[in-house]
């Protein structure tokens, strides 16, 4: 099973400022089979960034994705209050698999 | 408009069984991959399993900690996509979600609201 560990658990920032969170694979998820969702409290999760690196249709231009191999990251370059959630990285090379989140509070 | 709607959740005890449905529309249920995930209260997303489309193989794969007591069906003329649950366990309880996954993305692009299963005595 591949294991994903996300960092920092808890990311509080004030609107404006960039946010970089970060998700480690313990092995390599090839074809950089990495998404990033965004989970507001009793809404359905959304998909920001699928392949490591493109957005999903409608996506904001400020939420950007990066990294290969085992390394990868999320960018969300000038947050906004709405921005506000728990994000969650998800490799689907074998069974899916996702990390524990990181919850971003916007001050 | 590409809708999910589950159903199916509610208080259930420990070792019976439960069956959660998830209506699909909008979209070639048919021609899509489709996926469970949940998630327990206070935790993180956990990924249940995956039926790939029929035209595809309908290969069925699962979470290891659910896979013997779980089992995952979809009806393609109805859109409805199943997640038949046997020996509920407590660590079952949570908020599931059904998913459309597109494969060449690794991602599953819509999600319903979810449905809550509790599994208590």
């Known amino acids: 099973e591949v294991v994903l560990a996300q960092s920092p658990d808890t990311l509080s920032l004030s609107s404006g400022e960039r946010a970089t969170l970060s998700c480690r694979a313990s092995?390599?998820?090839?074809?950089?089979?990495l998404a990033w969702y965004q989970h507001r409290p009793g809404q359905a999760p959304r998909l920001l960034i699928y392949?490591?690196?493109t957005r999903a249709t409608g996506i904001p231009v400020r939420f950007s994705g990066s990294g290969s191999g085992t390394d990868f990251t999320l960018t969300i370059s000038s947050l906004e209050p709405e921005d506000s959630a728990v994000y969650y990285c998800?490799?689907?090379?074998?069974?899916?698999?996702f990390g524990q989140g990181t919850k971003l509070e916007i001050k | 408009e590409v809708q999910l709607v589950e159903s199916g959740g509610g208080l259930v005890q420990p070792g019976r069984s439960l069956r959660l449905s998830c209506v699909t529309s909008?979209?070639?249920?048919?021609?899509?991959?489709m996926s469970w995930v949940r998630q327990a209260p206070g935790a993180g997303l956990e990924w249940v399993g995956f039926?790939?489309?029929?035209?595809?193989?309908?290969?069925?794969e699962y979470n290891g900690a659910v896979e013997g007591r779980f089992s995952i069906s979809r009806d393609d003329s109805g859109g409805v996509l199943y997640l038949q649950m046997n020996s509920l366990e407590e660590e079952d309880t949570g908020v599931y979600f059904c998913?459309?996954?597109?494969?060449?993305?690794?991602?599953?692009?819509?999600w319903g609201r979810g449905t809550l299963v509790t599994v208590s005595a």
């Open positions: 998913t459309r996954e597109i494969s060449h993305l690794g991602a599953s692009d819509y």
């Open positions: 392949r490591a690196s």
């Open positions: 092995q390599s998820v090839y074809s950089n089979f």
């Open positions: 909008g979209f070639s249920f048919r021609d899509a991959a």
């Open positions: 998800q490799q689907r090379i074998s069974r899916g698999t």
């Open positions: 039926i790939r489309s029929k035209g595809l193989g309908g290969a069925i």
